[in-house]
């Protein structure tokens, strides 16, 4: 298990941010508070986690090297308000912590970037670069070399056979599958559920058995 670092403050209150306070816990690291728009739950507790308040005034009484951020936003419609709000924050000066679930299963030679998210069950082969700030979800399975964008969510149950690039900010849906060697553009919406057989230009969405691209 890896060793306990800075006390965390999470961001958002959903059930991603749920999710992530439990791998938190698993992982025994020092939670300090959380960051909420909704100026009613401040100093109420979510998930026994207390709501300091929103992203400007419940930060200011930390300084940049005295904590750690870890993004609770999920995808909700789109991966850009998660980018945004790291975005921001690292233009603040702060830094995001990766979350490895001590369920997760990683090889060794897995290089993944900073706010990284992998959650309970899932499975990254050997190979395997993941950019900033991307989810893994739960159960998901990565199969050897696949090279996986910034603010990318490889959602639940979802599986990347060997070789697949995804780019930045792709949404690759529960249970889906993308076979071997397929590139995937950034900004791209894979369906939960779909068969991914052949490149996906960037910002296109897919679904289907083989997935197709939905007309605009």
């Given at each position: ?7 965390v ?5 959903g ?15 020092e ?9 009613a ?7 026994g986690?207390?709501?300091?308040g929103?992203d400007?005034?419940?930060?200011s ?24 709000i790291f975005?921001?924050f690292?233009?603040?000066?702060y830094?995001?912590?990766s979350?490895?679930h001590?369920?997760a299963l ?8 900073e ?6 069950g899932?499975v990254?082969?050997?190979?395997c ?11 998901s ?6 090279r996986i ?8 149950g979802a ?9 930045a900010?792709?949404?690759?849906g ?15 919406v ?22 197709k691209?939905?007309?605009p």
């Amino acid at each position: 298990m890896t060793a306990p670092g800075r006390p965390v403050v999470i961001i958002g209150g959903g059930g991603h941010a749920g999710v992530l306070i439990s791998a938190l816990r698993a992982l025994r690291r020092e939670i300090l508070g959380m960051l909420h728009p909704d100026p009613a739950l401040v100093g109420r507790t979510i998930a026994g986690v207390r709501v300091l308040g929103n992203d400007d005034d419940g930060i200011s009484g930390f300084r940049t090297d005295a904590v750690e951020l870890v993004n609770g936003i999920g995808s909700v419609s789109s991966l850009a308000k998660r980018r945004a709000i790291f975005m921001k924050f690292k233009e603040r000066g702060y830094t995001f912590a990766s979350v490895v679930h001590p369920g997760a299963l990683a090889m060794d030679d897995v290089l993944w970037g900073e706010g990284v998210q992998i959650m309970a069950g899932a499975v990254i082969q050997n190979g395997c670069v993941i950019g900033d700030d991307a989810i893994i979800n739960t159960g998901s399975i990565v199969d050897h070399d696949c090279r996986i964008g910034g603010h990318v969510h490889v959602a639940t149950g979802a599986v990347l056979s060997g070789g697949v690039t995804v780019g930045a900010m792709t949404h690759v849906g529960a249970a889906a599958t993308v076979i071997q060697g397929v590139c995937i553009g950034e900004g791209a919406v894979i369906g939960a559920g779909s068969v991914v057989v052949n490149d996906v230009p960037a910002y296109a969405q897919v679904v289907g058995v083989p997935a197709k691209e939905k007309a605009p």
